[in-house]
């Protein structure tokens, strides 16, 4: 052998090494990194598994006039805490509206029991954190926990509780990322109802508070689920959103329907979803008539119906007051409406209960507190 060829060989010789010994600390570091996931989420279980539970089972249970995000939420959360040894059942408060049961339809769930009354019981809550808008008999329930995206409502303990709330477009999409947090898996079923949750929660990804993590939970979800065309199953949602079939007016109006309070005035909000605005302006006018029988069957200072048009970019909400104090209040916090038609103030630019109507009420309301 000649030096030349020694020369690369030993040159050979000393890349091979070098290459090895790459292979192996990129081996040892994806290790690494495994190793220290596993103790995060080990971690993450354990403040969960910590939950100061009196009697059990834990209800897993959402908000009244129960929504898709609402119900699914439970179902799922419900899922991920019996996975890690806590006995928890999914509730609902009241009969889903026919979005939610196609949902759970499509992935083949059975709806929850409704729970009648909370006193007494174990309960996590989800996608809500208000006494008002809770089942019947909250305010002397063992409350263990509180999973949500909105603000901070009413709910209070003087224990310690698992609290999880994020600026984020679904509850559902939080316990997604629970899911992944916990290194739990999930179920195919489960995926697909988490998936349409988001789905409807975002309004297929066009409403204001959609999140990039929205958006990535659902592709993972749909993955899952085995949803290949997730732009077709929100259009499915969205048209059942839209249906009323079989419903009275005030059934309408109470679908989706929640509670508030500020500075010691309560207040209500139903929504009602419409195709465009001939349809939104028929739907106004009902509610209207439907609000008078309908306040008598809450116990509400001030009541509203939204009627709400979201098709692509177009986003407009036709809001209806009861007559009086609902009216004044409306128009003395919210005086920059486009157009009032004699029955309802409408928004061009939309008045989402979630991102702009309760944030703006609430203020006023604080700002000048009824005497």
Known sequence: MNNGTKVFSSLLLVACLAAGGFVAGKSAGRAQV?????????????SVENMIVEDGPVYVIGHKSPDSDTVCTAIAYARLLNLLGIEAEARITEDVNNETAFILSEAGVEVPPVLEDASGEDIFLVDHSEYAQSAEGMKDAH??????????????TGHQLVYEARPIGATATIVWLDYQNYGLEIYKSTAH??????????????????????????ADLAEIAGVTDVEEFAKKIHLEALSYEGMSDEEILFH???????SGVTYGIGLVNAYDEEVAADLAARMKAAMTDGAKKVDVDM????????EGDVKIDYIVPLNGRSEETFKAAFPNYDEYNGTAYIFRSGLGRKTKFVPGMTDFLVAHPHE
């Open 256 to 262: 989706d329907y929640k509670e508030y309070e500020a």
């Open 193 to 218: 109802i988490l998936l349409g949750a988001i789905l409807s929660d975002t309004n297929g990804f066009t409403g204001s508070t959609t999140t990039d993590a929205d958006k990535q939970a659902a």
């Open 303 to 310: 009541l509203y119906a939204s009627v709400g048009i979201r």
């Open 143 to 156: 409350i263990v926990g509180v999973l949500d995206h909105h603000g901070v409502g009413s709910v209070n």
């Open 34 to 46: 495994i190793k220290e996931n596993d103790a995060l989420q080990a971690a993450n279980r354990s």
